[in-house]
C-alpha cells in the first residue's frame, strides 16, 4: 500500500521548506507484532526540524498513546540526525544533513533508523533516503599541470592527466570533460568505473619548437546539474627535443589469480616493457598510473626497477573479487615517455 504524505513543518519554517523536501511513502503491512516498515526519502541539505513523515499515522499508532509509551528513535549516536514527536508521531530532521559526509559516494544513501514503544514493547524499522542536490563543484588535484612534450613525439601520443572529482554522486557527479581551443591536441575521455572518468590529451598535429616553445591549454570538468557546475585546470605544454621511442610492453593483456589472504610480500605478477633508445632514453622504470585509487597503494606494490607487483595490504576475497590496475612503464628520459597497461588481478576465494 503506497501513501503519499503533505509536508509539514514546524512553526514559521513551514513556508521555508515545504518546496524543499521531497518524500515518499513505502508501507508493508506483516500482521506481526512488529506490524510494518516505512521508508521516505529526503533531500540532503533541509532545515532542522523539516517534517520527513508522520510514523504514527503511517502505522495506524494511537498518537494519545505514543507520550506514556516512550515513544523514541533509537540512536547510537551523539549527534543523532532524526527525532520523533512523542505527540503526535511526526518524524522531524534533528540537524542539517550532508550526504556526502554520511554516505560518501554511495549511489544509494540510505539511514536505517528503530523505533521503540514501551509497555508493551514494539520496535519499528523505517528507512530514510537522503536524495543528493548538486551542492559540489568538481575540482582537479592541481590548479595547473605542465607537461614536457619533445617535438619528436608522433601524433597519437597520448598524454593521461589526474581526473577531477566531484563529492556529489549519480548524474551530479563528473560527467564530461571540456578543452580548450588549439592546434595541436584533442581530448579522449576514458569511462573506468572504480575511477570515473579519466581526461587524456591525444597529440593530433606535430609539435614544432622552432614554431612554439610553448602550449597553453585550459581544461574543464563539468558535472550533471541542470545548469552544470565546473571546475577547471590549466596544462601547461613545454616542447622540447628527443627521445622519440616509447617503452612497449611485451603482452597486450596482464591477467593473475591471487588467492585471498596471501602473505605479504607474495608476488602477484611480472610486467615487461622495453624501449629500443639508447641510455637512459632506453632505459624503464614501473609504477602504478594515475587513476589508481589510493586504496590499491595500500593493497599492492610494484617493484619500479623489475615491474613486479607483490601484496602489500590484506587481500579479502570478500570486500572484492578482482582488481583492474593499470601500471605506467616509464624511460628515464630527460622527458620521459610513458605507456599504459593493464593488470587484471582475480582474486581466488578460500574457506575463511
Wanted: charged share 25%; proline share 5%; net charge negative.
Amino acid at each position: 500500500m503506497r501513501s503519499g504524505l503533505n509536508m509539514e513543518q514546524r512553526g514559521p519554517e513551514k513556508r521555508m521548506v515545504a518546496g524543499r523536501v521531497t518524500r515518499c511513502v513505502l508501507v508493508v503491512l506483516l500482521w506481526s507484532a512488529a506490524s510494518a516498515q516505512l521508508r521516505y526519502s529526503i533531500s540532503e541539505e533541509v532545515n532542522e526540524g523539516t517534517v520527513v513523515g508522520n510514523i504514527a499515522k503511517d502505522l495506524g499508532l494511537d498518537k494519545n498513546t505514543l507520550k506514556t509509551r516512550k515513544y523514541r528513535v533509537v540512536s547510537g549516536g551523539a549527534d543523532p540526525l532524526f527525532s520523533v514527536n512523542e505527540n503526535d508521531g511526526v518524524l522531524y530532521v534533528s540537524r542539517k544533513i550532508d550526504r556526502e559526509e554520511v554516505c560518501a559516494q554511495s549511489s544509494l544513501c540510505l539511514i536505517n533508523l528503530k523505533t521503540v514503544l514501551e509497555n508493551p514493547l514494539e520496535v519499528h524499522n523505517v528507512g530514510v533516503e537522503v536524495l543528493d542536490i548538486n551542492d559540489h563543484a568538481p575540482s582537479f588535484p592541481e590548479k595547473q599541470k605542465t607537461l614536457e612534450v619533445s617535438e619528436s613525439v608522433p601524433p597519437g601520443a597520448r598524454f593521461q592527466l589526474k581526473p577531477a572529482r566531484d563529492p556529489d554522486s549519480g548524474s551530479f557527479s563528473v560527467q564530461q570533460y571540456k578543452l580548450s581551443q588549439n592546434d595541436h591536441f584533442r581530448l579522449e575521455v576514458r569511462d573506468k568505473e572504480d575511477d570515473g572518468k579519466i581526461p587524456i590529451l591525444v597529440l593530433h598535429k606535430p609539435l614544432d619548437r622552432e614554431s612554439a616553445r610553448s602550449h597553453s591549454l585550459v581544461l574543464t570538468a563539468l558535472d550533471g546539474g541542470k545548469p552544470p557546475k565546473s571546475g577547471q585546470m590549466k596544462v601547461f605544454v613545454n616542447v622540447l627535443d628527443v627521445n622519440d621511442n616509447l617503452p612497449m610492453f611485451s603482452n597486450n593483456v596482464y591477467t593473475a589469480t591471487l588467492t585471498e589472504n596471501s602473505p605479504v610480500g607474495t608476488t602477484v605478477i611480472q610486467v615487461n616493457a622495453t624501449d629500443l633508445d639508447d641510455g637512459q632514453n632506453g632505459e624503464v622504470i614501473y609504477s602504478f598510473g594515475h587513476s589508481v585509487s589510493s586504496n590499491l597503494f595500500n593493497l599492492f606494490d610494484i617493484d619500479q626497477s623489475t615491474g613486479t607487483i607483490t601484496v602489500k595490504g590484506h587481500i579479502d576475497y570478500e570486500q572484492k573479487d578482482k582488481y583492474e590496475i593499470e601500471i605506467q612503464a616509464s624511460d628515464r628520459g630527460f622527458v620521459p615517455l610513458t605507456t599504459e597497461k593493464n593488470v587484471v588481478i582475480k582474486i581466488v576465494d578460500i574457506n575463511d
